[in-house]
C-alpha cells in the first residue's frame, strides 16, 4: 500500500519562505509525474507546480518565478520551494504522485499561513 507523508508548512510572515517535502513509499510501479496542489478555504483546488520523471516542470501563473518544485533521484520525493509568500498563498498544500498505469495518490495535506 501506497504511503504519501508530507511535512514543511506552517505559518510564515508576507515576503518569507517555506518549503514543502513530500515522500512516498510502498508503491510497486514507478511514478511517472509528481506534482503540488493547493486549496484555500471557499475556493477551488488549483495546480502549483508538477514535475515529471524528466524533470519538465510546469507552474501555475500566480507562482511562477516565485516558486520552485523539485524531486529526488529515485522519484519518490517531491519537493516545493515558496519564496516571496503573499497572504494569496495561504493555503493546503497537498502532493500528487501519478504511476505509468494512471493511478494516482495524494498525500494528506499540510496548512501553509502567510500573516503578519
Known amino acids: 500500500q501506497v504511503q504519501i507523508v508530507e511535512s514543511g508548512g506552517g505559518l510564515v510572515q508576507p515576503g518569507g519562505s517555506l518549503r514543502l517535502s513530500c515522500a512516498a513509499s510502498?508503491?510497486?510501479?514507478?511514478?511517472?509525474?509528481m506534482a503540488w496542489y493547493r486549496q484555500a478555504p471557499g475556493k477551488e483546488r488549483e495546480l502549483v507546480a508538477n514535475?515529471?520523471?524528466?524533470?519538465?516542470?510546469n507552474y501555475g501563473d500566480s507562482v511562477k518565478g516565485r516558486f520552485t518544485i523539485s524531486r529526488d533521484k529515485a522519484n519518490r520525493a517531491v519537493y516545493l520551494q515558496m519564496n516571496s509568500l503573499n497572504s494569496e498563498d495561504t493555503a493546503i498544500y497537498l502532493c500528487?504522485?501519478?504511476?505509468?498505469?494512471?493511478?494516482?495518490?495524494w498525500g494528506q495535506g499540510t496548512q501553509v499561513t502567510v500573516s503578519s
Open positions: 500528487y504522485f501519478l504511476d505509468r498505469l494512471g493511478h494516482a495518490y
Open positions: 510502498g508503491n510497486r510501479l514507478p511514478f511517472y509525474a
Open positions: 514535475i515529471t520523471i524528466t524533470r519538465n516542470t
